[in-house]
């Protein structure tokens, strides 16, 4: 085991840094206050190849091990979360099309992956969250097509004109349910029937689009099927892994940018004569703070590197994901309070990151299913 980075990594690493402050982190308050979607931050990611970080270079990617993965999501939520959930989202569709799919797939999708084409994951519906066995859209063979029908809810990456393709999970059999009884369909959003419904307005991540996705009699031909017939609940969890990395990594990177915040103001605040950063109470909560900070990144570096080894990573992904996006939200709530009431206004970026940190145990697997996965693990 090394705590170290290679040197490619620690070069991989400056890059992100001088991208996430020169580019991504201007935009952050703008794209909070506004609610749009950072299409041009998308077009220079792509340039730089971070679109096509996980893709296989045989396919256009630059062919980077999940471990780069958690580098280069926490470094962008340093800088903004919106951005982060879009990459997040992204770096998960091309992970599942890479494992799943076959080389007519790999081809056309992950080259636009790789060239800024934005990728979204459509499993929640409006009764079936948690209990993603329970979904009702249904996907009905007629020929060599397959017709869909049925409304997903909390789509990331899906906006008015962003997210050109989608993973959609349907039911084939509607006895089997998720024991072979549905499957993954990669689905153009040009194809007709694929209807982007009401954008969701949120409580953070405001630049990070979110939508309804009503299939109306949407038709596929046989060959957008992702794996075989009824690998759906299979393509879906199989990409859970690498997904809930992806999210400790984003919650790693907003942890962080809320503990600078913290340590920063501490040390401009005077209060009593002199700067509040002399208060040991403050100390022990920045203390505390960074021991968390550190703890979360180990542990998603850690999940990450099981996975690159091709090893059992599911109950470290998801101890990553739990131990830190609860974190996150608590370092936020941390570094709002040593903010005082100036932390309350939007002037300070913390009432932004404190908002953001929100959902992040919520997606990708609420903090109690992730409990379930470790303690599963533990008991069986
Ligand atoms: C901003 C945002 C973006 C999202 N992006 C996507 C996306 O791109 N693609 C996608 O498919 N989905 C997406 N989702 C959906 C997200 O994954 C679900 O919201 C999440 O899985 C929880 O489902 P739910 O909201 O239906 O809550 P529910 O499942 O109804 O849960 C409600 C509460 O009950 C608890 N609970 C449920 N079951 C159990 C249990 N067995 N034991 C203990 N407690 C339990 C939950 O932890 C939670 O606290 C997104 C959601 C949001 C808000």
């Known amino acids: 085991m090394t705590f170290e980075f290679t040197k490619e990594q620690e070069m991989l690493l400056k890059m992100l840094k001088e991208f996430s402050a020169n580019e991504v982190a201007p935009l952050a308050d703008e794209l909070d206050k506004t609610g749009r979607f950072p299409q041009e931050t998308v077009e220079k990611m792509a340039k730089l190849g971070l679109m096509g970080l996980n893709v296989p270079k045989e396919y256009g990617g630059a062919g980077l091990s999940d471990v780069c993965k958690v580098m280069a999501i926490s470094e962008i939520a340093k800088a903004c979360a919106s951005t982060a959930e879009m990459f997040a989202v992204h770096l998960l569709v091309n992970y599942i099309i890479t494992k799943f799919g076959n080389e007519e797939q790999k081809k056309k999708y992950l080259g636009m992956a790789c060239s800024g084409y934005v ?136 942890a962080e940018a809320a503990l600078n915040a913290a340590v920063e103001y501490a040390k401009q605040r005077v209060q009593f004569g002199k700067p509040i950063a002399d208060k040991q109470g403050l100390q022990f909560y920045l203390a505390d703070m960074a021991t968390r900070v550190e703890a979360a990144y180990l542990l998603t570096y850690k999940a990450a590197e099981l996975l690159d080894n091709k090893k059992y990573a599911g109950k470290n992904a998801s101890m990553a994901k739990y131990y830190a996006s609860e974190t996150a939200n608590w370092v936020a709530a941390k570094a709002l309070q040593i903010h005082g009431g100036y932390g309350y206004m939007k002037d300070y970026a913390i009432e932004r990151i404190y908002r953001d940190a929100r959902i992040l145990t919520i997606y990708e697997g609420t903090s109690e299913v992730q409990k379930t996965v470790i303690s599963r693990a533990l008991l069986k």
Request: contains cysteine.
């Open 119 to 254: 990728g979204a994951f459509a499993l929640t519906e409006p009764n079936a969250g948690s209990d993603a066995g329970s979904l009702q859209t249904t996907a009905v063979a007629d020929g060599d097509y397959y017709v869909l029908n049925g409304s997903k809810c909390f789509i990331s990456n899906l906006g008015k004109e962003e997210g050109a393709y989608a993973v959609v999970i349907a039911l084939t059999d509607r006895v089997k349910k998720n024991h072979g009884g549905m499957t993954a369909f990669l689905v153009d959003r040009n194809t007709p029937g694929f209807v982007v419904g009401k954008l969701e307005e949120k409580m953070g991540i405001h630049g990070a689009s979110v939508s309804e996705l009503i299939l109306q009699d949407c038709r596929v031909h046989k060959s957008t099927i992702l794996g075989k017939v009824g690998d759906g609940f299979k393509v879906a969890m199989g990409g859970l892994d690498s997904g809930r990395i992806g999210i400790a990594a984003q919650a790693c990177g907003e």
